[in-house]
């Protein structure tokens, strides 16, 4: 009877959360901006508000008394992979990109779309979801609603927006589900790197076990997994980037994107660094643990500081423990690995920061005292 009783209430929080964050959207698009568009001479308003196709941005100086309208077909760009993969900076270069912004993580997105992700994995709570009129369309509906408000208001309007939420790419055939325009860039790092990397850095990750190397290439392995078999899925849509030869060469890499992303090439990506708390520029978070790294310009001082980190046992057991690492193009037995050889650029900057040219700015010194207090979990 209590076991019953307990389930019925756990229905009944789902529906009220799903019928919450469908009003919530809703409202958001179709009443807040009406609001906004009578008390300013401009504003932020969705598409449907005004009937029309028209844009403005902010960060490319055009008019700014002509609301910013957006929708959800709009083409978003939504940056992911594994925690320390080199997502911060691939935002970072984009950001510097005078058409394009990315913004810090929101951290609410990968949450709501596992929530929409456990809602849907019940055939049960399925079956008693659709009864309540919570069908798979009113869902998808809250869910663009509430995406794209988050998406467009984090940050400055721009012709076009970018999320980096790492772990909403386990969402990535969802999200190209309910935004069928948007593109995909899977940052894919050597998971040895990206696991010593949060370990060293004490990077909390929701069901990572940061005492151990092994549960942690395990986690890395089936997060990856998860990401890169649905990018390969829509392959049209999403760009695999690995964060070795990102660094390696970024103008050819970055060239890359932008060509794929249809976004018109300037240099400006190639030297985020400064515009870092620029107007238009780089925004960057006090509180994220990459913001220390993104300062400096792209060079390859992270590239192998796992070597002679790892357990021997782990080192031994790597193929069985991360098969990924080979079918993403990494020698599991290569200690240390051979990613490559750095464009003279790149050899200059990290020649730069050995000699400690580059250090954090004033109005993000408080990083340091933040980060040394007690971090939620990563959004899983």
Same mark, same amino acid.
């Given at each position: 009877m209590i076991g019953k009783l307990k389930q019925n209430l756990l229905v009944a929080c789902l529906v009220i959360s799903s019928v919450t964050v469908f009003y919530l959207g809703r409202h958001a698009m179709e009443c807040h901006h009406r609001i906004e568009e009578r008390s300013q001479p401009g504003g932020i308003l969705p598409l449907s508000a005004l009937g029309g196709s028209m844009r403005t941005t902010l960060r490319t100086g055009q008019n700014l008394s002509t609301p910013f309208v957006y929708n959800k077909d709009m083409p978003? /760009?939504?940056?992911?992979?594994?925690?320390?993969?080199?997502?911060?900076l691939m935002r970072a270069m984009l950001d510097a990109h005078p058409e394009v912004r990315c913004g810090e993580e929101t951290r609410v997105i990968p949450r709501i779309l596992a929530m929409k992700q456990m809602w849907s994995r019940s055939g049960r709570e399925k079956m008693r979801l659709d009864e309540a009129g919570v069908t798979d369309e009113v869902l998808d509906a809250a869910m663009q609603a509430f995406l794209l408000e988050i998406i467009v208001k984090h940050g400055e309007p721009a012709n076009f927006l970018c999320n980096k939420d790492p772990f909403a790419l386990k969402s990535l055939s969802y999200l190209a589900k309910i935004f069928p325009h948007a593109k995909f860039v899977l940052m894919i790092r050597d998971g040895r790197a990206s696991v010593h990397s949060m370990i060293s850095r004490k990077v909390t990750i929701a069901g990572f076990d940061l005492g151990s190397y092994r549960d942690c290439l395990t986690k890395w392995n089936r997060a990856i997994e998860t990401m890169y078999t649905q990018c390969l899925d829509a392959a049209d849509k999403c760009l695999p980037m690995h964060y070795e030869q990102l660094v390696l060469h970024p103008e050819k890499w970055m060239r890359t994107l932008l060509k794929f992303l249809d976004i018109p090439w300037n240099d400006a990506v190639l030297h985020h660094e400064e515009l870092i708390g620029k107007a238009g520029g780089v925004s960057l978070s006090?509180?994220?643990?990459?913001?220390d790294q993104v300062i400096k310009p792209v060079n390859v001082e992270a590239l192998s500081k796992w070597v002679g980190k /790892?357990?021997? #046992?782990?080192?031994? #057991?790597?193929?069985? /423990?991360?098969?990924?690492?080979?079918r993403l193009g990494y020698d599991p037995h290569a200690n240390p690995p051979?990613?490559?050889?750095? #464009?003279?650029? @790149?050899?200059?900057?990290?020649?730069? @920061?050995?000699?400690?040219?580059?250090?954090?700015? #004033?109005?993000?010194?408080?990083?340091?005292?933040?980060?040394?207090?007690?971090?939620k979990p990563h959004p899983s």
């Open positions: 978003l /760009i939504f940056i992911g992979g594994v925690p320390r993969s080199g997502t911060t006090k509180v994220e643990r990459s913001t /790892i357990p021997a #046992d782990v080192l031994r #057991d790597m193929a069985v /423990i991360a098969p990924m690492l080979s051979n990613y490559g050889r750095p #464009d003279p650029k @790149v050899l200059d900057n990290t020649r730069r @920061v050995f000699k400690g040219e580059f250090q954090l700015p #004033d109005f993000l010194r408080e990083q340091s005292q933040i980060q040394k207090s007690a971090e």
